[in-house]
């Protein structure tokens, strides 16, 4: 990657606060981020291996919206409202299928073709003539990106995610993720804390040497972040000189394998690259994740992702992704505890903010982004629940 381009550098003096503590307790707050941080932002759905076949497909449901990615009879990997244009049905009820031709609404019968355009309603004669294309399904921005299908809701600030993830292009496409195959299929975790408290543990590397016993372990020496610059981030590590006195690491060290693919610089290193509001894409030697945390409720958190693995593996290649696999999960284990904690404090009249350290910088910069999202939250206090549609509002004219 080319760093020249972002400017990573945590200034000399800056404000050390995250957002206010309403922020993460506010339902109607939370409406505005399911609108303009979450569905106006690319979303990783899937891989395109998810749906290798014609007539394979995967359902997503998040922030109110119903996503089905499709792979047409021509290939082509498409995204759609999961939504029949008869009575809003949804068209597939299993979150990942294969339909030998089209699709089939489970409701009153509407027939439609792999790219969308409606093939036919049932009973047609008690309706007026149907345009296929007029009545077919609703399409949703998709772009395919190494290998990981991105979707959208609705129109917003990103450009193409080809543009928008061009930092990190060089860098990634080392690891040749458009040809990896799934390592399991599309997980899905829910967590009982608002979305920003998982994003708040996950943007900094400053807790590791304390609650990452595995990771410490494995490459807390040499790990540094680097803080949302254009909607990116990026975190770094290599294998520690001496890494070894947890079961897990002291074999994962051992048994993984230099990937020719790689340059000499990647061939040891975990790295995680973030991408704003909610997504991360992180790779090992042996394979390449992503996960992302999407609002329920104002209390409630969605945890989603996907591990994926190249199609050819060697015994010792498969290992040393079940030891990566495992530092990985009691990683994430222990930072559910964590958000936990600090979600919990947001309601206490104790709570008097944020006070962030350097290391920490990654925290303050994506907070930094939703506030230019939703001006709103640079307000101290909250703004009655009926009124903060309208003081957001104001606040974004008055720019």
């Given amino acids: 990657m080319n760093e020249m381009i972002r400017d990573i550098n945590v200034p000399n003096d800056w404000d050390r606060s995250g957002l206010p503590g309403w922020c993460y307790h506010s339902p109607a707050l939370l409406e505005l981020e399911k609108q303009h941080v979450f569905r106006e932002h690319w979303q990783i759905a899937c891989h395109v291996s998810d749906i290798p076949e014609p007539g394979n497909y995967l359902a997503m449901d998040v922030v109110g919206e119903r996503a089905l990615i499709l792979r047409g009879q021509d ?137 990452h016993p595995a990771l410490q372990d494995l490459y807390g020496s040499t790990y540094y972040d680097e803080p949302f610059v254009d909607g990116l981030c990026r975190s770094f590590a290599t294998y520690n000189p001496h890494a070894g006195r947890r079961w897990s690491v002291r074999n994962y060290v051992k048994i993984s394998q230099d990937n020719p693919r790689l340059p000499e610089r990647l061939r040891k290193a975990w790295i995680y690259f973030g991408l704003f509001p909610n997504c991360v894409i992180a790779v090992t030697p042996e394979t390449m994740q992503f996960y992302q945390e999407f609002p329920i409720g104002v209390g409630k958190t969605l945890l989603r992702g996907g591990i994926y693995r190249y199609r050819e593996e060697d015994r010792a290649q498969r290992l040393a992704r079940y030891l ?46 939703i506030r230019k999202v939703l001006p709103v939250v640079t307000l101290k206090e909250a703004p009655e629940e009926k009124a903060m549609a309208e003081v957001n509002a104001g606040l974004v004219e008055s720019r």
């Fill in 75 to 211: 290939g082509a990997v498409r995204a759609f409202h999961n939504i029949c244009r008869h009575r809003g049905s949804r068209l597939v009820a299993d979150e990942k299928g294969s339909c030998r031709n089209a699709l089939v609404c489970p409701f009153h019968g509407w027939v439609y073709n792999l790219d969308g355009t409606l093939r036919g309603a049932a009973r047609p004669r008690s309706f007026p003539p149907l345009d296929k294309n007029e009545f077919a399904l609703k399409s949703l921005e998709c772009e395919i990106w190494q290998g990981f299908v991105f979707i959208r809701f609705a129109p917003g600030p990103q450009p193409s995610v080809a543009e928008l993830m061009k930092p990190f292009e060089d860098e990634l496409s080392h690891y040749r993720s458009e040809e990896m195959v799934p390592a399991g299929g599309i997980w899905t975790q829910e967590s009982p804390v608002n979305w920003k408290s998982v994003r708040d543990v996950d943007n900094e590397g400053y807790h590791v040497a304390m609650a």
């Fill in 324 to 369: 990566a696999y495992r530092i990985d999960r009691d990683t994430q284990s222990e930072d559910v505890q964590l958000t936990v904690w600090s979600n919990e404090a947001m309601t206490s009249n104790a709570f008097a903010g944020f006070y962030l350290s350097d290391l920490e910088y990654g925290v303050r910069t994506h907070h930094d982004h």
